[in-house]
């Protein structure tokens, strides 16, 4: 079984569009996490949840919408997709402070 | 914030060699340091972390050493193997939650 699952691996959609990518955890876990990796390799977090609480929002712009229903669930929701938005964007999910930290296998977004 | 650099941004070392990492961090009040492997198309996967009560720990053929009055960590792969190509990434926080990570390292083992 997957531990952290993340849909769709790969979107191409046009500017101005909006989309969303979904990401499951089953690891019970009660903190998940948004990072966006750029063509450079370059890991950066977007955004932090605790047990469904915005606990981290770094500055991301605000056409970047994360949604968690649930603990086992982060959403991210992007509004009006600009070119820069092209990245591989990975969920993660850590159980407590200074837990080691999952990662999903990645979505690979292409802004056209 | 936290700052963490990380060199060389890539590495190509002969099979069986051994291959060096070295990361530096800004924020002396970080105390988790975990390394990630990153192969293609996938999710970076930890494979060794150090807490800075510690000065150096091993697994088998990767070993982690930190110096804290330097602010400094590194990453130690000896008797590299092809499958040991990937993309490294070296990461520092405080507590755990939130981690700043290295630019990463491509490191290509040459059989």
């Known amino acids: 079984d997957t531990a952290v699952s993340q849909t769709p691996k790969y979107l191409v959609t046009q500017m101005g569009n909006d989309k969303s990518i979904k990401c499951e955890q089953n690891?019970?876990?009660?903190?998940m996490y948004w990072y966006k990796q750029d063509s450079k390799k370059f890991l950066k977090i977007m955004f932090s949840y605790n047990n469904k609480e915005l606990i981290i929002n770094e500055t991301v712009p605000n056409r970047f919408s994360p949604k968690s229903p649930d603990k086992a669930h982060l959403n991210l929701h992007i509004n009006s997709l600009e070119l820069g938005d092209s990245a591989v964007y990975f969920c993660a999910s850590r159980n407590r402070e200074g837990g080691k930290l999952f990662f999903g296998s990645g979505t690979q977004l292409s802004v056209l | 914030g936290e700052n963490v650099e990380q060199h060389p941004s890539t590495l190509s070392v002969q099979e069986g060699d051994s291959a060096v990492i070295k990361c530096t961090y800004s924020?002396?009040?970080?105390?988790?340091f975990p390394w990630y492997k990153q192969e293609l198309g996938k999710g970076p996967q930890l494979i060794i972390d150090?807490?800075?009560?510690?000065g150096e720990k091993k697994d088998q053929r990767i070993a982690v050493t930190l110096n804290k009055t330097a602010k400094h960590f590194s990453l130690h792969i000896t008797e590299t193997q092809p499958e040991d190509s990937a993309v490294y990434f070296c990461?520092?926080?405080?507590?755990?939650?939130?981690?700043?990570f290295g630019g990463g390292t491509r490191l290509m083992v040459k059989p």
């Open positions: 990461a520092a926080s405080m507590g755990g939650n939130m981690l700043t």
């Open positions: 150090i807490r800075s009560n510690v």
């Open positions: 924020d002396s009040a970080s105390n988790y």
């Open positions: 690891l019970g876990h009660d903190t």
